[in-house]
Nanobody
Framework: QVQLVESGGGLVQAGGSLRLSCAAS????????MGWFRQAPGKEREFVAG????????YYTDSAKGRFTISRDNAGNTVSLQMNSLKPDDTAVYYC?????????????????WGQGTQVTVSS
């Protein structure tokens, strides 16, 4: 079974940057879509950014457009999220997710593998 492991979270001041990475382990890479979601305390998990593995089409929630960039590394079976101009509202646990079926990237139900999450804290 493929496991997803996130890294790169941390504490940053408002206006700063962080880069999250998600590595997929296993002998084969089964995912058609990969995404980043986040969950703040007391809130539901929400879509941030997604990518179709073939063709590298990318998608973003409105709050991420222009500030975040999702990218993939075929050779390393990794997906990254570059986050710039961070705001305190971006504070959350960020989760990497993989879906084995080509499905809408913004839907939680499109994914069947999840990482353990990495904390991002943006101070004002």
């Amino acid at each position: 079974q493929v496991q997803l492991v996130e890294s790169g979270g941390g504490l940053v001041q408002a206006g700063g940057s962080l880069r999250l990475s998600c590595a997929a382990s296993g002998r084969t890479f089964p995912f058609q879509v990969m995404g980043w979601f986040r969950q703040a305390p007391g809130k539901e998990r929400e879509f941030v950014a997604g990518i179709r593995w073939r063709g590298a089409l990318t998608y973003y929630t409105d709050s991420a457009k222009g500030r975040f960039t999702i990218s993939r590394d075929n050779a390393g079976n990794t997906v990254s999220l570059q986050m710039n101009s961070l705001k305190p509202d971006d504070t959350a646990v960020y989760y990497c997710a993989g879906g084995t079926v080509l499905a809408p990237v913004h839907n939680l139900s499109s994914y069947n593998s999840w990482g353990q999450g990495t904390q991002v804290t943006v101070s004002s």
